[in-house]
């Protein structure tokens, strides 16, 4: 079956530093990826996405690059703000529209 | 562009009581989708909708679990009766036809069975 296992946390950094948040993923053929993230207080909004091998989905200085032979869509960001502190959740998509979670990083960052 | 609407945003209840909630999606939005998320997982899907018809409520527990679209734009899920490992936040979730592959979250409702 289609699964998703990302790396457990929770995570704390400090401003500036790189983060990497790792996803592997299990699926028959090839589903596309996502990362959501949940800011305190609010629901989950799409962060990036990729839909097919090599694809490097960007956005807000996040990055990550769907790896057929890994299987995997790991998150990373250079140099992390406060401003980052969240929950990141790894996903996949097969058919019928059905999402696949993984269970979620929280990360914290600290001045 | 409102956004996808959920209410109430808390519920706290007793076990066996019953409990609503309320969403409603995107304008134009055909695919309604609720999820449950425990403490500590991810989202799992309950109950997916396109327009007033169900695609997939293969994970609701059907013997305790209910929703329904009647027009197609809002949706009510029910809980009757509600057991404690139903706390849980839930979350309703919209997409347009065609465009599957990106949700759009509501706030979700946090309910706490006692």
């Known amino acids: 079956g289609n699964s998703v296992t990302q790396m457990e946390g929770p995570v704390t950094l400090s401003e500036e530093a790189f983060l990497t948040i790792n996803c592997t993923y299990t699926?028959?053929?090839?589903?596309?990826l996502f990362w959501y993230v949940q800011y305190p207080g609010e629901g989950l909004q799409l962060l990036l996405k990729?839909?097919?091998?090599?694809d490097k989905g960007s956005n807000k200085g996040f990055e990550a690059t769907y790896r057929k032979e890994t299987t995997s869509f790991h998150l990373e960001k250079g140099s992390v703000q406060v401003s980052d502190s969240a929950v990141y959740f790894c996903?996949?998509?097969?058919?019928?529209?059905?999402?696949?979670f993984g269970t979620g990083t929280s990360l914290t960052v600290i001045p | 562009e409102a956004g996808v609407a959920q209410s109430p945003r808390y519920k706290i209840i007793e076990k066996r009581q019953s409990v609503a909630f309320w969403c409603n999606p995107i304008?134009?939005?055909?695919?309604l989708y609720w999820y449950q998320q425990i403490l500590g997982q991810g989202p799992k899907l309950l109950i997916q909708?396109?327009?007033?018809?169900?695609?997939?409520d293969s994970q609701l527990p059907k013997d305790r679990f209910s929703a329904e679209r009647l027009k197609g734009v809002d949706s009510t899920l029910k809980i009757q009766p509600a057991k404690l490992e139903d706390s849980a936040v839930y979350l309703c979730a919209s997409s347009p036809i065609g465009g599957g592959e990106k949700l759009f979250f509501g706030s979700g409702t946090q309910l706490s069975v006692l």
């Open positions: 699926a028959t053929g090839y589903p596309s």
């Open positions: 304008s134009g939005h055909a695919t």
């Open positions: 996903a996949l998509i097969w058919t019928g529209n059905q999402f696949y």
């Open positions: 909708f396109q327009n007033n018809g169900v695609v997939d």
């Open positions: 990729a839909t097919k091998a090599d």
